[in-house]
């Protein structure tokens, strides 16, 4: 009797060995060395705005022989080698503060190039000239504002706005410093009329840094310089700047009328009363209202 088959019985031929696999050797392609050149070499210099030094105005030292050296200052500042100009730019700080006579020549032409340097992509470029821009204030203050450079301080001025109100931090914090130092070399009263154009640019964050900007300007004045300018008038800006979208913007409007409050009450006996009427009578009952609400506690 022939046999069954087991279904679970083994095979009876052995399975056939698998096909060796063929190497296959392909070439790999070297990479291109951008500056890792292996742990025993160092790494080849590259340019970049981390090889550029920030000095801060008490470190920078005179020039020696600057009357000589005034003469290539411009053709430093208008190089097409962008580190050139920035080592001019830092130059051009020490003429500012420690030879400013000779500077007064070129100033013009100096802030034109500050200017326009702050416009430069190049980070180091930019914060490079807002620092530069900074020791012109120290060192000119009123100056800036006469006939032969205020359109060139206009422009300085729009720029410095728009670089304290960009992402990029340290440009940012950079051009916040010299607002400051703008605010406190340059008296208040001139200033203020330069800086009231902005309250209502389109840009929300550079009308922001001009409220701030005002705001200390108003603190550091008294009720004769508020006239003078217009007591009507500032508080119309402030009433706008109260309705800002940016709390920085309403901050400094609150600040603004705080210092008016407190000026334009510090010789009435009926203070709150004094204030009311003025409020009432120069702004809609709106805005009067919104005043008023600041100064109330006070």
């Known amino acids: 009797m022939p046999l069954r088959p087991i279904d679970n019985a083994l095979p009876t031929t052995s399975p056939a060995r ?5 190497k296959i050797s392909v070439p790999i392609e070297k990479q ?3 500056g890792a050149n ?3 070499k160092a790494p080849l210099p590259l340019p970049s705005d981390a090889a550029i030094d920030y000095i801060s105005s008490e470190n920078l030292q005179a020039i020696s022989d600057p009357e000589s050296k005034i003469q290539s200052l411009i053709e430093g500042l208008e190089s097409k080698d962008w580190t050139k100009v920035c080592e001019s730019l830092n130059n051009a700080r020490r003429f500012a503060l420690y030879h400013s006579s000779l500077l007064v020549p070129i100033l013009e032409k100096v802030m034109e190039v500050v200017e326009k340097a702050m416009k430069n992509p190049r980070s180091a ?3 490079t000239s807002i620092m530069a821009a900074s020791d012109i204030f120290k ?3 009123d100056k800036l504002l006469d006939s032969t450079n205020s359109a060139a301080f206009d422009n300085m001025l729009l720029q410095l706005l728009l670089k304290a109100s960009q992402d990029k931090k340290f440009v940012c914090e950079e051009a916040d410093k010299t607002l400051k130092a703008m605010v406190g070399f ?3 009263l001139p200033l203020l009329h330069k800086l009231k154009a902005y309250v209502s640019h389109n840009n929300l964050r550079v009308r922001a840094k001009a409220a701030m900007s005002i705001s200390i300007c108003v603190s550091k004045m008294g009720l004769e310089e508020m006239q003078e300018f217009g007591l009507v008038s500032l508080a119309q800006i402030s009433a706008e700047l109260l ?4 709390p920085e913007a309403r901050e400094a409007a609150r600040s603004t009328v705080i210092s008016m409050y407190n000026a334009f009450t510090e010789n009435e006996e009926q203070k709150q009363e004094a204030w009311q009427s003025f409020c009432q009578s120069s702004l809609p009952p709106i805005d009067a209202q919104s005043m008023l609400k600041i100064t109330t506690s006070q």
């Open 18 to 22: 698998p096909k060796k696999q063929v």
């Open 32 to 34: 291109p060395d951008f």
């Open 38 to 40: 292996g742990e025993n």
């Open 125 to 127: 470029l930019c914060k």
């Open 139 to 141: 060192a000119f203050g």
């Open 186 to 188: 340059i008296t208040s």
């Open 243 to 246: 309705k800002d979208r940016l």
